[in-house]
């Protein structure tokens, strides 16, 4: 049974930053790229980034470009998303997925299996 397990969100103030975890078990991790999408209230879920499964590759949307950072350790079956510099509109509930094919993609259909997510709320 596949799990991915979110875990490292809560309230910061706009400026701040927090440190996202995804913990995954039943998959061979190391085979599967990795994503972090995010979902706010009344939107639909929008891509935010994504790691090869040897995380020598890494997409970003534009809109965190520069302020947040991906990156995985396969030895303890984890991937991770440093967010910095976070604004308010980065509050949403983010959901980390997993990808078969182990090449990072943008699109929500590539993914194979998700998890419940963690809420991230930035207040300004």
């Known amino acids: 049974q596949v799990q991915l397990v979110e875990s490292g969100g809560g309230s910061v103030q706009a400026g701040g930053s927090l440190r996202l975890s995804c913990a995954a078990s039943g998959l061979t991790f190391s085979s599967y790229a990795m994503g972090w999408f995010r979902q706010a209230p009344g939107k639909e879920r929008e891509f935010v980034a994504a790691?090869?499964?040897?995380?020598?590759?890494?997409y970003y949307a534009d809109s965190v470009k520069g302020r947040f950072t991906i990156s995985r350790d396969n030895a303890k079956n984890t991937v991770y998303l440093q967010m910095n510099s976070l604004k308010a509109e980065d509050t949403a509930v983010y959901h980390c997925?997993?990808?078969?094919?182990?090449?990072?993609?943008?699109?929500?259909?590539?993914?194979?299996?998700w998890g419940q997510g963690t809420q991230v709320t930035v207040s300004s």
């Open positions: 997925a997993a990808d078969l094919l182990g090449r990072p993609s943008v699109s929500l259909e590539d993914y194979d299996y």
């Open positions: 790691i090869s499964w040897a995380g020598r590759i890494t």
